[in-house]
C-alpha cells in the first residue's frame, strides 16, 4: 500500500514538473522560435503540430508511469529481499498469474499508444484539400522556392550573416528572402534537392520532410496564426548545414495578395542566379 502510494506520488510530481517546465506547449515557448533554455516543444501553430504536442504529453504520462513503476519495484525487491533481511529465499519458479499480467498489460499498453501514433501519422501523410503549392529545393547550402500556382514566382533564401543582422533578427535563423504564406490557407511543400540529402523543417508547424535528389517529397501545413516563423535543415548535408534557415512569414489574404504583386517584379528583375554569387562567397 505504501509502495502504491508513493508511485502515484512519484508520477504525479512527474506530471507537475512536466507541466511548470512547459510540456504543455504553450507555457514557456515563444511563437515560431526556440528560447534559451526552453525544454517543451514551440508553440503550435497549425493542425498536426498541435496533435504532436498532445500525443508527446500524453505518451510522456505513460513514459513517467512505466519508469517509476520499474524503479519501485527495483527499491522494493533491494529492500526485502537483501541477504541481510531475507536470509533463506524462496524456490518458486512459476506463478501463472504474474506470467499473463506481465504480458498482458504490456500489450494493453502498446495498444493505447498505437492508435493515437496512427491516427497521428495518417493526419500528416493524407494531405486535406490543398489552397496552394510551394516547391522548395535545397542546395549546398540555401533553398530556392517556386509558387507554381502563382506564374512559378521563384527566389532564393539566403541565410542573412551575423554582420549583416537588423535589429530583431535572429542570428543563424534570418534568410534574405522569406516564404510569405496566408493564414488558415492549406499549404502543400513540394520538397526536392539538387545537391545531397537536405531536410526542410519547421518545428512550429510540425513538419520536417527529407529533401532528396531526383525525388519529390511532399507535405503540408496551416498555419493558424500571422507571424515569422522559423525553421532549419535537419539533415547534416556538409559544412554548412547550420546555416540554411528557413523563414516562413503567415500573413492575411489581403496581406499575401500585395506581396505577390511587389515579389513578382522584384524577383523578375533580380533573375540573375544567386548561386553565383554564393559559389564566388565560398
Ligand atoms: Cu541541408
Known sequence: MRLAIGLLAGVSAAA???????????????????????????DAVTPVMREITSFHNFILYIITAISVFVLGLLVWVMVKFNAKANPTPSRTTHN???????????????LVIAIPSFRLLYLQRDLPKIDMTIKATASQWFWTYVYPDHDDLSFDAIMVEEADL??????????????????????????????????????????KMDAIPGRLNETWFRAEQTGIFYGQCSELCGVRHAFMPINVKVVTEAEFAAWLEKAKVEFAEADAPTKLAVNAAD
Open 166 to 207: 537588423q535589429p530583431g533578427q535572429p542570428r543563424l535563423l534570418t534568410t534574405d528572402n522569406v516564404v510569405v504564406v496566408p493564414v488558415n490557407k492549406t499549404v502543400r511543400v513540394i520538397v526536392t534537392s539538387n545537391a545531397v540529402m537536405h531536410n526542410w523543417a519547421m518545428p512550429s508547424f510540425g513538419v
Open 96 to 110: 501463472s498469474l504474474v506470467e499473463v499480467l506481465w504480458t498482458v498489460i504490456p500489450i494493453l499498453i502498446l
Open 16 to 42: 507537475g514538473i512536466g507541466a511548470m517546465l512547459g510540456f504543455d506547449g504553450q507555457a514557456l515557448a515563444a511563437p515560431g522560435i526556440a528560447e534559451d533554455w526552453q525544454l517543451g516543444f514551440q
